[in-house]
């Protein structure tokens, strides 16, 4: 009889192939050499999970680290208050989990699958052989971790203007991935969430921002469907997010 996480591989639309193409080709190792990225794809195990299932909690034994091939995690701090909101998503081409690889400790924050989930992980002791063997491509595991810095500071700086409308238009993005980017494609960019957990990223309540995005799919801005959230017009939202701040 086929275990879980086979039958739920077999479900999955993606193959192995398929997977390491997609990790490739986009976020952090897109721009890594190839000797290292195909080093690290692998030493990939494929692991699907359910939407709504745990990766690991705050506070777990160190451990490996994770590349999204498909679907979305929601990534939630461990250093804030208890029941903190998800400060971030993460979609294809996201990694993280790189706290234990630098400090041997414990985890600090908690990764959930929001969606169905396809994640490459590669195991912290494999992980740390590669690097004993090539101590040069730590550069490349801090190009990663600034990027991580990167995303921790957007975060914050959106979080610090008083406009509501400035806020939401901001988050929408950066879940997104086009916070300060197009996407390749162009055209409309789907997010996994919904109302309810954008209203807690944003720091904004659930009667605040549904007028928000009422007025964002109004203008033809947004469009809202069932736990997802269509950006239609990126460039008019960066111009929202990034306007001079006010307190509305």
């Known amino acids: 009889m086929l275990d879980k996480r086979t039958r739920l591989w077999q479900n999955s639309a993606m193959n192995t192939a398929q997977a390491r193409r997609r990790l490739s080709d986009h976020g952090w190792l897109a721009a890594m050499p190839q000797e290292f990225r195909l080093a690290l794809l692998d030493r990939c195990e494929w692991q699907p999970f359910k939407a709504g299932e745990t990766i690991y909690l705050a506070g777990d034994s160190p451990g490996g680290i ?76 801090a190009q990663e971790m600034l990027m991580e810095f990167d995303t921790a500071t957007t975060v914050i700086g959106d979080l610090l203007t008083r406009s509501g409308p400035r806020r939401c238009a901001a988050t929408l993005l950066r879940v997104a991935g086009c916070r300060r980017q197009d996407t390749p494609a162009g055209g409309p960019v789907q997010t996994q969430v919904s109302q309810q957990m954008l209203a807690e990223m944003a720091n904004l309540s659930r009667s605040r921002i549904s007028p928000i995005l009422a007025d964002f799919s109004k203008r033809g801005l947004t469009r809202l469907e069932y736990r997802t959230i269509w950006l239609l017009d990126v460039p008019a939202l960066r111009a929202i997010a990034d306007a001079d701040d006010d307190d509305r």
């Open 66 to 141: 994770y590349g999204v091939c498909e679907g979305a995690l929601a990534m939630t701090s461990g250093l804030g208050a208890p029941l903190s909101p998800v400060a971030h998503v993460g979609g294809p081409g996201t990694w993280t989990g790189f706290g234990p690889l630098l400090t041997g400790q414990p985890r600090r924050g908690t990764l959930q699958a929001l969606t169905p989930l396809l994640a490459a992980h590669v195991p912290l002791r494999p992980l740390q052989i590669l690097l004993q063997d090539h101590p040069e491509w730590w550069r490349h595991i």
